[in-house]
């Protein structure tokens, strides 16, 4: 053809409204001119939008991909076609005509106007009458005749005969019913299958959306403390502008309560968390008991079976020096900026500047002067001391030097680290707080004694077996594994048997008083039978006894609304502090022997190897081991993302949480 | 891999009676409204709307194959035949060719996709015919003219 032609062509085709032609193929040919009569109106048609859409469709839909199906799954999904077959309303024909073909030409009986008139309508009888035309046959009954009143009483079915084809027509109806049916069951069973599949898949979502729903309130929480500590900061800065701003007074203040963020390197939020990124050795005992002053700062551990608690900075992880003037194990040990006060099983209490046991070069100096034999401290003197330094000297002994010194918190031209002693209790201390200027100690004599830290001197002595033998309110009796408390408690010694650690070790536990915190005149102990006592230190007396702990308690701390206290029952108890009502209860493995508590998490030592956290907002727990203590933890202390634990292994681990 | 059952082409061509169609389209707008349409249902319908002779029941039957085909994986490939049968009904002769072909791709035995595809050739072949002709006509025609204006042209 000549080009003219094929233009010519090409309007021809071009001129109706051609579907499809330009957009999906540029190639002219035959067919496509072949359909320009169909187009042109054979028919009158109109291209609508939606035959557009359905023809753009065709190319998007071949793109995607053919899945393959497995020949199981093949065999339980009838195909598209069985189930139109199945589910068509034509399908039920068959059904429809079998029972026709049952039904018998029967005598007008009226039913239908029997059954009208049974539920009390009238019946229309010109109905009746025009249909009683075109009944087939009417057989009249009449008594007369003999052969039709033995017809009356046959059966209805007894004239009817189908005929072998009819019938095995009706068999394979039948089986084609029933096959119908089997398509139809399997086919709600897919549905129910898929059903299923997507309800679970939306149960996934709805659990997900719920944790991130935790996770919010977890940092309201945070945020909250946040606030609180950038409060006080707020108030200690402007005070401090004032004339009385003494930098103790301000660290004591926010310490030990600091709920909030405390001061940390920039480095430290880009550890790991939940792993242990530091351990100390701490000679070859179990560790009883550690503190440190913030994170980074110093730290101080003691273990059984050495009188001198060892102290460490916490930037190098090197031992700076130690304590020494304790007789027997350190059982009890607090660390407040530069304060640490110890308590020992020879019944006193110690102060120390923790400033001194720095090891300056002038401290080195005068040790020239008086160096003798490593000698131990003898507990009659006053305040002596020994500041022992972990590096020998180029001969290989170790300086030890001693300087006697009054009981005085002044500096002194003899430095030593202990400030004071304080000596009172008869057996040893095992629990102790202080915090400002009044120290609460809590020792195996079942008494509670309060200390002035200025003077030195014991303000009170609260009598536990005082307080046990006259309650301030009726015990409702309600404790099933104490009922002779007040028994074991009068009676000599205290000694329990703690549940096995997840080791299998276990260990007399003797302290009858495990933990005591005080804030102002309020004082919380701990103590053997498993009670919890509330005191008022104005007038000495324990006004309100939480009981429910079936084992010594062995920590607690509180706040201004709950009390945690945990007990070698293997539980925590959260209580709250107003009314004396449980909150929570959970649950351990083992008995529990540290805890630290914040609104968002209680941070446990349970008897096992790894540190325990509760989330008190989504209620999980999880535990640290990475990196870990290969025996189980005994003591843990936390201050905002810096963690440190101390374990039987004798290892201090440092986490970052 | 077994092959999908499908209905012979023929079958496309009878239509339901319109209650019967009635039917399936009450029953696929019940299940609209309770926003949770079966996909034999839809099928149903689909299928009773292409087998209609009204050009617009066979849109709207192919669109809601399409629908089938995009949400369940499962049954592409019985959909790839319908939908196949349904352009061809329409008349849309390259799309049925071309879902045709993939069909047969995947399942080389399948009769009645193969009777399917012989049925498009067919249309096809016919349908250039009808272009021949055309074109063929309208050549003569051209030429005709042509021819007048060139003897008008040299008569002048």
């Known amino acids: 053809m000549t080009p003219k032609m094929m233009a010519h062509a090409q309007t021809v085709s071009a001129r109706p409204r051609a579907v499809g032609v330009s957009s999906t193929r540029p190639t002219l040919d035959f067919a496509t001119i072949g359909r320009t009569p169909l187009r042109l109106g054979l028919g009158a048609r109109r291209t609508t939008s939606r035959e557009l859409q359905v023809v753009e469709a065709a190319s998007e839909l071949l793109a995607a991909p053919l899945p393959d199906v497995s020949p199981d799954e093949e065999v339980g999904m009838p195909s598209l076609l069985r189930g139109f077959e199945a589910t068509v309303p034509s399908a039920d024909s068959a059904r429809v005509r079998r029972r026709a073909t049952r039904n018998v030409d029967a005598p007008r009986l009226g039913l239908k106007r029997l059954s009208l008139g049974a539920r009390g309508l009238l019946a229309e009888p010109a109905a009746d009458e025009a249909e009683s035309e075109e009944d087939v046959v009417v057989v009249t009954r009449e ?25 095995e027509r009706q068999t394979r109806e039948i089986a084609r019913d029933k096959e119908n049916l089997h398509v139809r069951r399997s086919l709600l069973h897919n549905d129910i299958t898929e059903i299923t599949s997507k309800i679970a898949a939306l149960d996934a979502i709805r659990a997900r959306l719920e944790e991130d729903l935790f996770k919010l309130q977890e940092d309201e929480l945070e945020l909250d403390d946040e606030l609180l500590m950038v409060q006080e900061r707020l108030e200690l800065e402007t005070s401090q502008n004032g004339p009385s701003g003494s930098r103790h007074a301000s660290l004591m203040a926010s310490s030990r309560r600091r709920k909030g963020p405390a001061f940390l390197p920039s480095e430290h939020d880009e550890l790991p968390p939940g792993v242990a990124f530091m351990s100390l050795e701490c000679g070859s005992t179990p560790i009883t008991s550690l503190d440190f002053s913030e994170p980074y700062g110093t730290l101080v551990t003691a273990s059984q079976e050495d009188a001198h608690p060892r102290v460490w900075d916490l930037l190098t992880g090197e031992e700076v020096g130690r304590l020494r003037g304790h007789v027997g194990t350190i059982k009890a040990l607090q660390v407040e900026a530069h304060l640490c006060a110890t308590g020992a099983t020879d019944g006193a209490v110690r102060l120390w500047d923790l400033r001194r046991v720095d090891g300056d070069v002038e401290a080195s100096e005068w040790d020239l002067s008086d160096v003798l034999e490593e000698a131990e401290e003898d507990g009659e003197s006053g305040g002596s001391v020994v500041v022992d330094r972990p590096h020998s000297g180029p001969n290989g002994t170790v300086r030890a030097s001693r300087a006697s010194e009054e009981a005085d918190d002044d500096d002194d031209d003899a430095p030593g680290a202990c400030v004071r002693v304080l000596e009172g209790h008869s057996k040893g201390v095992t629990a102790l707080y202080f915090e400002n200027d009044t120290l609460v100690t809590g020792a195996s004599d079942k008494t509670l004694r309060q200390w002035d830290l200025t003077t ?64 102002e005149y309020a004082l919380v102990s701990g103590s053997g039978d498993g009670a919890v006592r509330m005191w008022d230190m104005r007038t000495g007396q324990a006004h309100r006894t939480l009981l429910g702990h079936t084992g010594p308690v062995t920590c607690l701390q509180f706040d201004e609304i709950h009390v945690v206290s945990g007990s070698l029952d293997k539980s925590v108890r959260i209580w709250d502090l107003r009314t004396g009502g449980i909150f929570e209860t959970v649950k351990y493995d083992h008995g529990v022997t540290a805890l630290q508590f914040d609104s968002r998490k209680i941070v446990s030592a349970a008897g096992e190897n790894g540190v325990k956290i509760y989330n008190r907002t989504s209620m999980q727990h999880s535990t640290l081991t990475t990196n870990g203590h290969t025996r189980p933890v005994e003591k843990l202390r936390y201050m905002d993302r810096y963690l440190l634990s101390g374990g039987r292994d004798a290892t201090v681990k440092i986490w970052a949480l | 891999m077994k092959t999908a059952e499908v209905p012979y082409a023929a079958d496309a061509e009878l239509s339901l009676s ?139």
């Open chain 1, 456 to 519: 030195g001197q014991c303000v009170m002595t609260m009598d536990i077996l005082w307080a046990i033998s006259h309650p301030s309110t009726l015990p409702a009796g309600h404790m099933p594994g104490f009922p002779v408390a007040g028994a074991t408690a009068a009676a000599g010694a205290f000694a329990v048997p703690t549940p096995p650690y997840a080791d299998g070790s276990w260990e007399l536990y003797q302290d009858f008083i495990g933990a005591v915190q005080s804030w």
């Open chain 1, 143 to 167: 008594r007369g005749r003999r052969g039709r009143k033995k017809r009356g009483r046959e059966s209805l079915s007894a004239n009817k005969v189908f005929g072998r084809e009819e019938l």
């Open chain 2, 18 to 156: 319109f209650d019967e169609l009635q039917v399936l389209r009450t029953q696929y707008e019940k299940e609209l409204a309770q926003s949770h349409v079966t996909t034999q249902t839809k099928f149903n319908y689909a299928w009773g709307l292409v087998k209609s002779p009204i050009r617009e029941h066979q849109v709207e039957g192919v669109q809601l194959l399409a629908d089938i085909y995009r949400s369940e994986p499962k049954r592409r490939r019985e959909c790839l035949y319908y939908l196949a049968l349904g352009h061809y009904k329409m008349g849309n002769f390259d799309e049925a060719r071309s879902f045709n072909s993939r069909l047969l791709e995947r399942e080389p035995t399948n009769l009645q996709a193969q009777s399917l595809d012989s049925l498009i050739d067919t249309a096809l072949k016919r349908e250039g015919y009808v272009g021949m002709a055309i074109a063929g006509g309208a050549a003569a025609v051209g030429t005709l003219l042509l021819a007048g204006l060139i003897r008008r042209a040299t008569r002048k």
